[in-house]
Nanobody, 120 residues
């Protein structure tokens, strides 16, 4: 079974930076789109950024110019570099990926999330 494990969250002051990582494990044949989503307290989960297997990226408007998504397919890992963080970026950040597994066929999985807290 394919699993995603996020890391890199923590407490940072406004204006600071964090780099999140998400590693996929299991019987993975190929990973297609990978992405980051976030859910702030009392709010719905929202898309932060996605990256396709071809390297095309998409960002939510409020993250453009501050966040950068990248991936290392040799490591089955996706990253999110977050700069100029604001208190409103405080949320649990979740990783998502879809792909094809040797044993499970097509899949879409979510990580358990990593908490990012930005203090003012």
């Amino acid at each position: 079974q394919v699993q995603l494990v996020e890391s890199g969250g923590g407490l940072v002051q406004a204006g600071g930076s964090l780099r999140l990582s998400c590693a996929a494990s299991g019987s993975i044949f190929v990973l297609y789109t990978m992405g980051w989503y976030r859910q702030a307290p009392g709010k719905q989960r929202e898309e932060v950024a996605t990256i396709t297997s071809g390297g095309s990226t998409n960002y939510a408007d409020s993250m453009k110019g501050r966040f950068t998504i990248s991936r290392d397919d040799a490591k089955n890992t996706v990253y999110l570099q977050m700069n100029s963080l604001k208190p409103e970026d405080t949320a649990v950040y979740y990783c998502n990926a879809d792909g094809y597994s040797d044993y499970d066929g097509s899949f879409e999985v979510w990580g358990k999330g990593t908490l990012v807290t930005v203090s003012s």
